[in-house]
Nanobody
Framework: QVQLVQSGGGLVQAGGSLRLSCAASGRTFSRYLMGWFRQAPGKEREFVAA????????VYADSVKGRFTISRDNTKNTLYLQMNSLKPEDTAVYYCAGGVESYAYWGQGTQVTVSS
């Protein structure tokens, strides 16, 4: 069983930065598809950014391109999301997710609130 444990997040003013972390258990993290999603109040969960398992492909949602950076450290089994130039519309619960061919495993979620 794979567990994803998130940390980071919190309250920040518009224009500020936050970093989210997602620590994974298991020995095959380096082969996992890994990504970040978010869900704002009253809205459906949406894609933010993702790696393929080899790290050769990174995809970002248009809404975060140029502001957010996804990265991973396979030696620490940890996924990161660096969020810069945050906007109030980035306010949401953020989730990390991963799996071999699909997002089978999910973190517990962490709140990010951006004040104007």
């Amino acid at each position: 069983q794979v567990q994803l444990v998130q940390s980071g997040g919190g309250l920040v003013q518009a224009g500020g930065s936050l970093r989210l972390s997602c620590a994974a258990s298991g020995r095959t993290f380096s082969r996992y598809l890994m990504g970040w999603f978010r869900q704002a109040p009253g809205k459906e969960r949406e894609f933010v950014a993702a790696f393929n398992w080899s790290g050769s492909t990174i995809v970002y949602a248009d809404s975060v391109k140029g502001r957010f950076t996804i990265s991973r450290d396979n030696t620490k089994n940890t996924l990161y999301l660096q969020m810069n130039s945050l906007k109030p519309e980035d306010t949401a619960v953020y989730y990390c997710a991963g799996g071999v061919e699909s997002y089978a495993y999910w973190g517990q979620g962490t709140q990010v609130t951006v004040s104007s």
